[in-house]
């Protein structure tokens, strides 16, 4: 009998099936498309999801905060968005830049980087409906969440460019 390698597709599926839970992953259930004028009051903080503005964060990395109601367009576009607290340690904050940087030959995830004050952790991952604190930025669960969520099928603008809304800060 000839036994046939499992396609590439199915033995991804199958690695991913094997990983235990994400230890500390809050999730939550915003849907999409709820597109607002003016500043909107979230559940969380940094927001996770919800109504957001019609023009999105462009991805990248930002030393001042940025608006809530454009990154969240940035995190329904499909971005991760990494915020810590302003006077993290600056080797931390280079440690957060290589965690979203391209890696040799591949394109970089769709992210945003930048400080928030009122953090429940010294660095807080977040993407449309899931959310990780991490004490560090060596945390191995920062790298997983990255992996998992940037570009993720579960964001409902999946897909769409996060390059070419606005670029400032607040």
């Known amino acids: 009998m000839k036994v ?28 999409g498309g709820d597109v607002r004028s003016g500043s909107v009051a979230y559940a969380q903080s940094p927001p996770a999801g919800g109504p957001y503005n019609a023009l999105w964060q462009t991805c990248g990395v930002y030393p001042q905060p940025v608006y809530d109601e454009y990154a969240v367009h940035t995190l329904a576009r499909g971005a991760v ?3 810590y607290r302003p006077g993290l340690d600056p080797t931390e904050v280079t440690r957060l830049r290589a965690l979203l ?3 040799a030959g591949a394109q970089a ?29 060596d945390d191995p669960r920062l790298v997983r969440f990255v992996r998992d969520y940037a570009g993720a099928q579960t964001a409902p603008e999946q897909g769409a460019p996060c390059g070419g809304g606005y670029a400032g800060t607040r």
């Open 4 to 31: 046939r390698p499992l396609p590439l597709l199915l033995l991804s599926a199958l690695t991913a099936c094997a990983e235990p839970p994400l230890a500390g992953l809050r999730t939550f259930s915003y849907v």
């Open 81 to 83: 968005w990494l915020t």
């Open 101 to 103: 940087a391209a890696p």
């Open 109 to 137: 995830p769709p992210s945003l980087l930048s400080p928030r004050e009122n953090l429940g952790a010294p660095i807080v991952a977040t993407a449309w409906n899931a959310q990780l604190g991490a004490q560090t930025a």
